[in-house]
T-cell receptor
């Protein structure tokens, strides 16, 4: 299975702190994406990083990709209570159209 | 972007029955994807639904258990057949952004099924 691993499984921080989540995967990819899910509802796309990119920013989000280590990290800066959610990385295979999701990290931001 | 509506949003079903989930998209899309999310778990792809052809199922999922229809470019249904408590999950419909298949996915709000 290509399904990746994410760590930590759960993260609890204070509002204003930074949150870092890591994702590892197993096969060659076209791109890697991060999604957020609030309380078991639908997923919302956060950011996409292509295999030839190393870092990408979007607002308070910073994503890095290391294809040699087959790993990525998502940094959320200055976290807010509204950031409380589950975060999933997902990888797009290099030669297919399937998006495979990692196990997810549950983030709790305390106010 | 795409707006996806799923029905029902939740349901409680009896063992042995079947339930059909509907997915309506506000624009024409080539491929629609059905995912399952078991309690506390990540998403697992069930199948890819293309208009005008049979759905492509992932390993571990079969058409008899999860028949899919794709009558046009904006609509699809997923049926969960002969349900057991192990089928209790959130079922999510999704579509790719734009015409390509390498970009982001848009998701419906999901259908939360509880099987008693």
């Amino acid at each position: 299975s290509q399904q990746g691993e994410e760590d930590p499984q759960a993260l609890s921080i204070q509002e204003g702190e930074n949150a870092t989540m890591n994702c590892s995967y197993k096969t060659s990819i076209n791109n890697l994406q991060w999604y957020r899910q609030n309380s078991g509802r639908g997923l919302v796309h956060l950011i996409l990083i292509r295999s030839n990119e190393r870092e990408k920013h979007s607002g308070r989000l910073r994503v890095t990709l290391d294809t040699s280590k087959k790993s990525s990290s998502l940094l959320i800066t200055a976290s807010r209570a509204a950031d409380t959610a589950s975060y999933f990385c997902a990888t797009r295979w290099e030669y297919g159209n399937k998006l495979v999701f990692g196990a997810g990290t549950i983030l709790r931001v305390k106010s | 972007s795409a707006v996806i509506s799923q029905k029902p949003s939740r349901d409680i079903c009896q063992r042995g029955t079947s339930l059909t989930i509907q997915c309506q998209v506000d624009s024409q899309v080539t491929m629609m994807f059905w995912y399952r999310q078991q309690p506390g778990q990540s998403l697992t792809l069930i199948a890819t639904a293309n208009q005008g052809s049979e759905a492509t199922y992932e390993s571990g999922f079969v058409i008899d258990k999860f028949p899919i229809s794709r009558p046009n470019l904006t609509f699809s249904t997923l049926t969960v057949s002969n349900m057991s408590p192990e089928d209790s999950s959130i079922y999510l419909c999704s579509v790719s952004a734009g015409a390509g298949v390498t970009g982001e996915l848009f998701f419906g709000e999901g259908s939360r099924l509880t099987v008693l």
